[in-house]
């Protein structure tokens, strides 16, 4: 196991904390992410939570977040679209290299690596952090939809634009700095080493470690379709294992309905379930018994902009 960075000792945390930020990617996705979203934030069952700014009920997730700036939301920068009936297109039009011959923002992080041109991630990506601030957002933090900016596919990263962003506006970012608990892989892990020195030459707050559970519920529409009582043991042993240093663990719950069931191809079961967990006792047990203390990504950016003073 890797020793975490000083990134704990200098939020002012206790030596040897095990520290966790609960956020909840895809705000503004859809209507059943902002009904779920609203409320887990509301009673502080999550931590934080990062909007979708190109997404048809972003609107209403932005007008939430401007209300209450009181809470933690960043902006989850978006290049991909990636279900079939469901799309969502660029901010900055569809003339660039962020499109598919449909004219949205392409399925998967391939043929954004493949085709995207640094200038144009770089003023989208701008666009979509610009819309949230204009909206009234105190935005947090920036991650990422479907990691389309780590080049994890084909090694082409648009991480310069996005630290260029980051540093500009004052706002940590998503970027994990080992791959500690997700398995061992030395050429990833040297990238995040590079990554992760360009981040900090930037003045950029970046995690310890970046952990979630699958995507997909396994063996989906199967007889022995996986169970929210095996998903729940299944988180519950991740919140066990958490090590010293600063971890994200990120969701995306969802109220499981038409709406939602219309919108993806798969895992509405999931993100309903991730919703539950959220507010499982189990899950608060554990939480509690592990002594693990719950942060924000306020307190990485208030680091940050003190550190830049």
Not at 286 to 297: C, K, P
Request: one cysteine or more.
């Amino acid at each position: 196991m890797t020793a975490p960075s000083d990134l704990a000792d200098r939020l002012g945390l206790a030596p040897g904390a095990r520290a966790i930020i609960l956020n909840a990617d895809d705000f503004g996705m859809c209507h059943a992410a902002n009904t779920a979203i609203v409320e887990l934030l509301t009673t502080g069952h999550i931590d934080s939570t990062t909007v979708m700014v190109p997404c048809s009920w972003s609107p209403e997730a932005l007008a939430f977040a401007a209300s209450r700036t009181d809470l933690d939301v960043g902006v989850h920068l978006v290049l991909t679209s990636e279900w079939r009936r469901y799309r969502w297109r660029p901010l900055t039009g569809t003339g660039t290299s962020l499109v598919d011959a449909d004219g949205f923002f392409p399925a998967d992080v391939a043929t954004v690596e493949r085709d995207a041109t640094d200038d144009d991630v770089a003023a989208e990506l701008a666009a979509q952090l610009q819309a949230a601030l204009d909206a009234g957002v105190d935005v947090t933090h920036l991650d990422n939809h479907m990691g389309s900016v780590y080049g994890l596919v084909t090694g082409h990263d648009f991480l310069r634009p996005v630290f260029e962003l980051a540093a500009r506006n004052g706002l940590p970012f998503r970027l994990p700095r080992t791959m500690d608990g997700v398995g061992e892989d030395a050429a990833l892990q040297a990238k995040l080493d590079d990554a992760a020195a360009a981040a900090d030459a930037s003045g950029i707050e970046i995690i310890d470690r970046l952990w979630s559970h699958p995507f997909e519920l396994l063996r989906e529409g199967e007889p022995d379709e996986e169970t929210y009582e095996q998903v729940r043991d299944g988180f519950i042993a991740l919140l066990r294992a958490v090590p010293a240093g600063v971890t994200e663990i990120y969701l995306h719950p969802m109220i499981d309905d038409d709406e939602l069931r219309a919108a993806v191809d798969f895992s509405a079961a999931k993100r309903g379930y991730e919703l539950r967990l959220l507010t499982d006792p189990a899950v608060l047990q554990a939480i509690e018994d592990e002594a693990l203390v719950r942060i924000g990504w306020r307190d990485l950016r208030d680091l940050q902009r003190s550190s830049a003073r």
